[in-house]
């Protein structure tokens, strides 16, 4: 199965991804973790994509994209994938349609769109907490750690992302308006927009997609 998932930052991607990708059986392509991953490599594209990270703007479409691409070609993306935070503008979905229509293994199935008011998602980023050794996501209020400060899974420290820091938080909402949310027009045009309340529970909301998933395969 071939699906996006889309919502502002903050509403529950990360979390979701995770339990889509057991229970679909495909990979989870994060742009963000990606990019995050090539800023802490040092490489090219980590070099020139850290300062947009930083203050909270876009990635410049090219680099993303080749990024995107490059992931894309590899083996386990046959039977499909789940990307999270890619496409963020209408440049990148077309770009995206046209890839996935040159290399001919099928095109976008699912756009699923998770809504959160924006006033709920600046509580959610700003208690985020990161592990600085294996990535996973806590949150001070809704999913702490069993010690403070510490990630159950690896022991390391927890980090608030530089990008989940209060000012970053607000820039990266009007990113969103600006340049994500014309996305949700554009697919539900194409009848690939499934729409999700994205406050309920974690669970009810995985419930959900997979529900919405299953009626339109
Ligand atoms: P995320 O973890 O998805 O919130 O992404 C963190 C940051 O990575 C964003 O604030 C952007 O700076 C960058 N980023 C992630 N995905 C994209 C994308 N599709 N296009 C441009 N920039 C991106």
């Not at 703007?57 to 894309?72: A, F, H, Q, S, W």
Request: net charge neutral; hydrophobic share 35%.
């Amino acid at each position: 199965m071939r699906v996006a998932l889309l919502g502002p930052p903050g509403s529950g991607k990360g979390t979701q991804s995770e339990v889509l990708r057991d229970r679909l059986g495909v990979p989870h392509i994060s742009s963000g973790d990606l990019l995050r991953d090539a800023v802490a490599r040092g490489t090219e594209l980590g070099r020139a994509a850290k300062g947009f990270m930083d203050r909270g703007e876009l990635v410049p479409d090219d680099l993303v994209l080749g990024m995107i691409r490059e992931r894309l070609q590899a083996g386990d993306c046959n039977e499909g994938w789940l990307l999270d935070g890619f496409p963020r503008t209408l440049a990148q979905a077309e770009a995206l349609d046209r890839l996935l229509e040159n290399e001919g293994r099928g095109g976008l199935q699912h756009v699923v769109s998770l809504r959160v008011p924006l006033e709920d998602v600046v509580v959610r980023l700003g208690g985020r907490r990161t592990c600085g050794g294996c990535g996973r996501l806590y949150h001070v209020k809704f999913q702490p750690p069993k010690a403070d400060g510490t990630c159950d899974a690896c022991g390391a420290a927890l980090v608030t992302r530089r990008d989940d820091e209060e000012a970053t938080i607000r820039a990266r909402l009007g990113v969103y308006e600006r340049q994500t949310a014309p996305l949700l027009a554009y697919y539900s045009k194409r009848g690939l927009l499934r729409e999700v309340d994205g406050t309920a529970a974690p669970s009810n909301v995985s419930g959900e997609i997979l529900t919405a998933l299953k009626d339109r395969r």
